[in-house]
């Protein structure tokens, strides 16, 4: 029977190096880079929230204890800014603080891919269904990406990837999806593969890093062998999956980012800086005037 549980947590996985923003990474980790100035990871914890999660599992690594005092309260930075009278700032860090309890913060001990970080969550998810956003991708919606996915998932139950087309030569810098019968509000999926060959993609769909995901794929993770890159990949463990589960397609439509790289990085600062009323009026002319 397919599980249309509700979906009360997700998993962050915060784990990577970020050794392409050296020596910007050294110190502090690239989800805590800032988007003209709220870092990375907190506009995915809000597209979660805004979907319904209730719980925020982060999967973290060595020098990424920075994560966890951004979501917890700052007394003394509080104390000065009440004592300032700086009402705006200390209103702005109450409202994005996550509920006591809300969040949980796990260690991914070594670099073993993405399919071993989110198997690091097990015993946080317990047996409950849950969604997963890599951080690296910064997704700008009216709707943010995972309370479509939620829309999708309320119809079909099961588990649910989102995807987005991207130009055929770069189908192989990701998961690729293969398209079946249309649904309503997406579509079936009828395979996955990771990083493929050239000439191979089942389609021009890529997997865009939200995912809403039955707890039995932590079984197949448990005895998964390595994948593509010689990482244990979630692709992989989804594919097995999929063959007891239902899988369905949400096509995304709005704008992202692939903030994991320089471009991306920055194509995400401008087009955020350009939605801002308090910035756009202050660099939108220098910007035109920069790239001529
Ligand atoms: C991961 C996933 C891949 C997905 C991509 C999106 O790859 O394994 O399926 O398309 O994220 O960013 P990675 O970026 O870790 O190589």
Redesign the pocket.
Known sequence: MTSSKKVRKAVLPVA?LGTRFLPGTKAVPKEMLNIVDKPVVQYVVEEAMAAGIEHVVFVTGRNKAVIEDHFDIQYELNDTLKNRGKNAELEMLNSMLPKAGATSFTRQQEPL???HAVWCARDIIGDEPFALL?P??VMQDKQGCLSGMMDLYNNTGGNVISVEEVAMEDAH????VGVGEELDGGFEITG?V??PARGSEPSNL????RYILQPEIFDILETQERG??N?I???DAMLKLADQQKFSGYRFEGNTY?C?TKQGFILANVAYAMERDDIRGLVEDDIKKLVG
Do not use: C, P, R, S
């Open positions: 990577g891919g993405l399919g890599l690296d991708m810098k990701y998961g690729v996955m990771e990083k890529f997997i865009n890093g593509a890159g990482e990949q979630i692709t692939d994991g």
